[in-house]
């Protein structure tokens, strides 16, 4: 019943920016939880971008600290990630999650909740 939609991908030029919504169809836990971005590139595995928890704790990949922005509002069921910078190895599909509890949740493991991802395309 729950979903997950991600939107504001796109193609764009090195150096240039976007953001990325997530919206989820209802409230996806009763009680706290968190939310995070992860990006799959082709050949690769998924790996975390970026989190944020109940209480607006934060983290971020090495890879994006500085370029990316992790945001929420949760009156809404949305998490925002602004990506500035951008690199060709950003390229990826970006995909959101949602995760029952009051931590910052690193783990693909730890989300059981997905949406179906949007593309991301830096080109040089």
């Known amino acids: 019943q729950l979903q997950l939609v991600e939107s504001g991908g796109g193609l764009v030029q090195v150096g240039e920016s976007l953001r990325l919504s997530c919206a989820a169809s209802r409230r996806p836990f009763a009680s706290s939880y968190g939310m995070g971005w992860f990006r799959q590139a082709p050949g690769k595995e998924r790996d975390i971008v970026a989190a944020?928890?109940?209480?607006?704790?934060?983290y971020y990949a090495d890879s994006v600290k500085g370029r990316f922005t992790i945001s929420k509002d949760f009156a809404k069921n949305t998490v925002y990630l602004q990506l500035n910078r951008l690199k060709p190895e950003d390229t990826a599909v970006y995909y959101c999650?949602?995760?029952?509890?009051?931590?910052?949740?690193?783990?693909?493991?730890?989300?059981?909740?997905w949406g179906q991802g949007t593309q991301v395309t830096v080109s040089s």
């Open positions: 944020i928890s109940w209480y607006g704790e934060t």
């Open positions: 999650a949602t995760a029952a509890g009051s931590l910052v949740y690193r783990r693909r493991n730890e989300y059981p909740y």
